[in-house]
């Protein structure tokens, strides 16, 4: 067995076209967000939204390698990638992060970093119930839903992040910063 670590990088999309997540993808990397060691979950072959197919699609492509692994999951990709990380930590494995756009009503609970990014303020107020981390991200001007993973480069809004005293400390800033200041610390 490999008992080498690597940073694995996993794209769960939605149900929209293939082409939005490459937008999303070459959007990044024009801002210099690099996501070396990268996979994207099949959703022209699997349900978008089942954990069990992206646990499996994950098994596959690992073949047992110790992988660090960060879920970037849009709309129902987002109920898919919550339920496999938690498959990937009852194996042992490392969740480093879930960055979670758009997961408007997916319960998001679990015992790594997770992000919430929302299209819009309603959003993200009505899905802070149903967990959130420590620092989120909405668009403000509102945007719409699927332009929020095409073209991260065109949203601003506010990152919120939680203090120690349960206080929320709002900074205006893009998307694409909020990337950034995620990716780099995961």
Not at 68 to 91: H, M
Request: net charge negative.
């Amino acid at each position: 067995m490999n008992t080498e670590r690597s940073h694995l990088y996993l794209i769960c999309p939605g149900f929209h076209d293939q082409a939005l997540t490459h937008s999303f993808i070459t959007n990044l990397s024009h801002h210099s967000i690099h996501l070396d060691n990268l996979l994207i979950f099949p959703t022209d072959q699997y349900p978008p939204y089942s954990g069990v197919h992206v646990s499996h699609y994950l098994q596959k492509k690992c073949q047992n390698q110790l992988q660090e692994l960060t879920l970037i999951a849009f709309s129902a990709g987002v109920v898919a990638a919550v339920t496999a990380a938690w498959q990937w930590q009852l194996q042992g494995r490392n969740i480093k992060g879930l960055i979670a756009f758009d997961g408007w009503g997916v319960p998001l609970w679990g015992n790594f970093p997770i992000y919430r990014i929302s299209h819009d303020q309603f959003t993200h107020d009505s899905s802070m119930i149903l967990g959130t981390g420590s620092m989120n991200f909405y668009a403000d001007p509102a945007v719409e839903h699927l332009d929020l993973w095409r073209s991260p480069h065109l949203v601003r809004g506010w990152m919120t992040q939680t203090t120690s005293f349960n206080g929320i400390v709002l900074s205006q800033m893009s998307l694409i910063d909020f990337l950034m200041t995620i990716i780099s610390t995961i």
